[in-house]
């Protein structure tokens, strides 16, 4: 079985300027206020413009949602501002239905 949890998503404007990965790392520690120690990986889907941040426990993971809120404003290096939507990742358990031995082909 897995398991997903204490992951974020930071859903960018899709109207707005595309964004870099150094761009996500500085909205990241700058806008978010977030250390290396409380993120444990950072995975970006492009073209749906999200952003998914793993943190390392639960915790820290409630106080950052609490403290920015549900959305914060990024600007570009091109000075446009793009409305970033900040929601909790919903826990997802994938378990395997069939035995492995039980597949016919």
Do not use: W
């Not at 941040?53 to 549900?70: A, C, P, T, Y």
């Amino acid at each position: 079985m897995c398991e997903r949890q204490n992951t974020i998503v930071c859903a960018f404007d899709l109207s707005s300027s595309r964004i870099s990965a150094y761009e996500i790392h500085e909205c990241i520690y700058a806008q978010m206020c977030l250390n290396d120690q409380d993120v444990t990986m950072v995975k970006t889907d492009g073209p749906k413009r999200q952003v998914y941040i793993k943190f390392r426990d639960n915790e820290r993971m409630q106080e950052v949602l609490q403290s920015i809120g549900s959305q914060v404003e990024y600007r570009h290096t091109n000075g446009e501002i793009s409305v970033v939507r900040i929601s909790k990742k919903v826990v997802r358990k994938v378990k395997n239905v069939l035995p492995y031995k039980d597949i016919y082909l």
